[in-house]
């Protein structure tokens, strides 16, 4: 997959790594902190979420700016890397209010503004050299999949995390309780039976709560303070991410000193520039659009999940839920992949038979350890999108080279347009799960009575996977192949942009999570997916125009 690509891409494959792992932990935790920790209704908690997301991504223009006028790209990246760590570091520290963890988002997302867009912006200047040029696509492909492999283990640290500090200090784990807990401090809950039971499972002792008022305020404290903790390794995955840059930087284009040398590459016509500069306004659009949907995934999917989805599950779905035994699914998967690979030599085929072997048998260990039925975690579901992306990239990739060898591969915005159509076709997945749940609004606040097979979302996430392989990379390779020469950092940063005005969008979905029934809320993202496909796919000349 890494044949004939140069250098550079192994580098900012791997530093990529520790961003992502930071972005996912958020994604799977930071809603479910904010509310466990200050008892924050869903629009409010989902406001700050959207807030943070919109900055994470809208500084990119910023950072994108500042590299543009210094073309030190390099420089500007290593400053994001550390600003990130420092913003994690600050979120490390329990018990602090909410203006002290805003704080801690604000500084994250100026670091990621200075770091993502810029490396983007070096991994497309890589292949303006015409010897690499066809294989862009390709190369935004592999460097998305490395984005995600640090993504796909976050939620599961996450997750290990808070829960190994809960039973430390003698509690388990219990998705309703942290609502609950805040119901009765607050003088809002009227039957504390519900509470009392769930007190009782969740005390590790096994001796019943005699005060539950003093049980509310404990299991708030550690379980908020368990998902600080949980921040930190984010905070680590930030240092070794940088680490790996420093060491391997080399490796990767110095504009600077390119630009010194021969300043006529970053000039371009005016009429050239502005005919680009339009068609990638138009992208950034339609893009506005996508990422107000697909990043419901931590918000309202997350809701669902902690709230619509069965909390306990038999061994076979449990799996896919304990990650050593989901590990040893994927090394037999490797392994059988190895095996029957054609022009592999015997060495790897004899490697692959050892995966198969040995994933088998601890797979069989595990699922013959489970119970009938196993707890499983909201914030988990988080891992499906980039183990997802990390084994359907090689797929899509092989897609696009056997579309290429005969001359049928899409262009670049026809495979944009396809991953819209394909989002929506993800959300109508959670319609037919949801019409017959009882809406949010009718729980106030209460354990919902039905609750339904993780399947459903763990299928949505499958379909929305595949869509953003579609929209995602062919998204940032686009702008790299675009992009005028002199504004690559700012444009970088403009598809950023457009991530962030969509993530600013996000409070739609936590706002009519309270108001509409539940197949309706997922009914809006639908309708927004195609009508946003119709209009990419209405102005598709002039896009293919603008990439020749």
């Given at each position: 997959?890494?044949?004939?690509?140069?250098?550079?891409?192994?580098?900012?494959?791997?530093?990529?790594?520790?961003?992502?792992?930071?972005?996912?932990?958020?994604?799977?935790?930071?809603?479910?902190?904010l509310?466990?920790?200050?008892?924050?209704p869903?629009?409010?908690?989902?406001?700050i979420?959207?807030?943070?997301?919109?900055?994470?991504?809208?500084?990119?223009?910023?950072?994108?700016?500042?590299?543009?006028?210094t073309?030190n790209?390099?420089?500007?990246?290593?400053?994001?890397?550390v600003v990130?760590?420092?913003?994690?570091?600050?979120?490390?520290?329990?018990?602090?209010?909410?203006?002290?963890?805003?704080?801690?988002?604000?500084?994250i997302?100026?670091?990621?503004?200075?770091?993502?867009?810029?490396?983007?912006?070096?991994?497309?200047?890589?292949?303006?050299?015409?010897?690499?040029?066809?294989?862009?696509?390709?190369?935004?492909?592999?460097?998305?999949?490395?984005?995600?492999?640090?993504?796909?283990?976050?939620?599961?640290a996450?997750?290990?995390?808070?829960?190994?500090?809960?039973?430390?200090?003698?509690?388990?784990?219990?998705?309703?309780?942290?609502?609950?807990?805040h119901?009765?401090?607050?003088?809002?809950?009227?039957?504390p039976?519900?509470l009392?039971?769930?007190?009782?499972?969740?005390?590790?002792?096994?001796?019943?709560v005699?005060?539950?008022?003093?049980?509310?305020?404990?299991?708030?404290?550690?379980?908020?303070?368990?998902?600080?903790?949980?921040?930190?390794?984010?905070?680590?995955?930030?240092?070794?991410?940088?680490?790996?840059?420093?060491?391997?930087?080399?490796?990767?284009?110095?504009?600077?000193?390119m630009?010194?040398?021969?300043?006529?590459?970053?000039?371009?016509?005016?009429?050239?520039?502005k005919?680009?500069?339009?068609?990638l306004?138009?992208?950034?659009?339609?893009?506005?659009?996508?990422?107000?949907?697909?990043h419901?995934?931590?918000?309202?999917?997350?809701?669902f999940?902690?709230?619509?989805?069965?909390?306990e599950?038999?061994?076979?779905?449990?799996?896919?839920?304990?990650?050593?035994?989901?590990?040893?699914?994927?090394?037999?998967?490797?392994?059988?992949?190895?095996?029957?690979?054609?022009?592999?030599?015997?060495?790897?085929r004899?490697i692959?038979?050892i995966?198969?072997?040995?994933?088998g048998?601890?797979?069989?260990?595990f699922?013959?350890?489970?119970?009938?039925?196993?707890?499983?975690?909201?914030?988990?579901?988080q891992?499906?999108?980039p183990?997802?992306?990390?084994?359907?990239?090689?797929?899509?990739?092989?897609?696009?080279?056997?579309?290429?060898?005969?001359?049928?591969?899409?262009?670049?915005?026809?495979?944009?347009?396809?991953?819209?159509?394909?989002?929506a076709?993800?959300?109508?997945?959670?319609?037919?799960?949801?019409?017959?749940?009882?809406?949010?609004?009718?729980?106030?606040g209460?354990p919902?009575?039905?609750?339904?097979?993780?399947?459903?979302?763990?299928g949505?996430?499958?379909?929305?996977?595949?869509?953003?392989?579609?929209?995602?990379?062919?998204?940032?390779?686009f702008?790299?192949?675009?992009?005028?020469?002199?504004?690559?950092?700012l444009m970088?940063?403009?598809?950023?942009?457009?991530?962030?005005?969509?993530?600013?969008?996000?409070f739609?979905?936590?706002?009519?999570?309270?108001?509409?029934?539940?197949?309706?809320?997922?009914?809006?993202?639908?309708?927004?997916?195609l009508?946003?496909?119709?209009?990419?796919?209405?102005?598709m000349k002039?896009?293919?125009?603008?990439?020749?």
């Amino acid at each position: 997959m890494f044949k004939g690509h140069p250098k550079g891409l192994y580098v900012a494959f791997f530093a990529n790594m520790g961003e992502r792992f930071g972005f996912y932990t958020m994604m799977a935790i930071l809603v479910l902190f904010l509310q466990a920790r200050y008892g924050l209704p869903a629009d409010q908690a989902g406001y700050i979420y959207a807030t943070f997301y919109f900055l994470i991504y809208g500084l990119a223009l910023l950072g994108g700016f500042i590299a543009d006028r210094t073309q030190n790209y390099k420089g500007v990246i290593m400053v994001g890397q550390v600003v990130m760590f420092l913003g994690y570091a600050l979120l490390v520290i329990p018990g602090m209010d909410l203006v002290f963890t805003i704080i801690g988002l604000f500084t994250i997302a100026f670091g990621n503004g200075l770091f993502k867009g810029n490396l983007q912006a070096l991994v497309g200047q890589m292949y303006d050299n015409e010897k690499y040029s066809k294989l862009r696509d390709s190369a935004f492909s592999v460097f998305y999949m490395g984005i995600n492999i640090g993504a796909f283990f976050a939620p599961s640290a996450a997750r290990a995390i808070r829960s190994w500090w809960l039973r430390t200090n003698g509690y388990s784990y219990d998705p309703d309780l942290p609502s609950l807990c805040h119901r009765l401090i607050d003088g809002n809950l009227t039957e504390p039976d519900t509470l009392q039971a769930l007190a009782d499972q969740a005390t590790i002792s096994g001796q019943p709560v005699t005060d539950l008022s003093q049980f509310a305020h404990n299991y708030i404290q550690v379980f908020s303070t368990g998902y600080n903790y949980a921040f930190g390794i984010a905070a680590i995955a930030m240092v070794i991410s940088l680490v790996v840059y420093l060491v391997f930087k080399k490796h990767l284009p110095d504009r600077k000193k390119m630009v010194a040398k021969d300043a006529s590459i970053i000039k371009m016509p005016w009429a050239q520039e502005k005919k680009r500069l339009i068609a990638l306004g138009l992208v950034f659009l339609v893009v506005i659009f996508f990422w107000m949907s697909f990043h419901q995934n931590g918000l309202t999917l997350t809701f669902f999940a902690r709230d619509y989805t069965d909390k306990e599950v038999g061994p076979f779905t449990f799996i896919f839920f304990y990650l050593p035994a989901f590990l040893s699914l994927i090394a037999m998967i490797i392994g059988f992949v190895m095996l029957v690979r054609q022009k592999i030599k015997l060495i790897m085929r004899g490697i692959g038979v050892i995966f198969i072997v040995a994933g088998g048998w601890l797979l069989w260990y595990f699922y013959s350890n489970f119970g009938s039925a196993n707890l499983i975690e909201p914030e988990t579901f988080q891992q499906f999108n980039p183990i997802l992306i990390v084994f359907l990239t090689p797929i899509v990739v092989g897609l696009f080279a056997w579309q290429r060898k005969r001359n049928k591969e899409l262009s670049t915005p026809r495979k944009i347009g396809t991953g819209m159509v394909l989002a929506a076709v993800g959300f109508v997945l959670m319609m037919v799960a949801s019409f017959s749940l009882v809406s949010p609004a009718d729980l106030a606040g209460n354990p919902s009575p039905d609750r339904v097979s993780p399947y459903w979302l763990m299928g949505t996430y499958f379909v929305l996977t595949v869509a953003e392989l579609y929209l995602s990379p062919m998204g940032l390779s686009f702008v790299s192949k675009v992009s005028p020469p002199r504004f690559q950092g700012l444009m970088q940063g403009g598809w950023l942009a457009a991530t962030a005005i969509g993530n600013a969008l996000l409070f739609v979905g936590s706002s009519l999570w309270m108001k509409l029934e539940l197949w309706q809320v997922w009914m809006v993202f639908v309708i927004c997916c195609l009508l946003s496909a119709a209009f990419i796919f209405s102005i598709m000349k002039r896009l293919e125009a603008a990439t020749k």
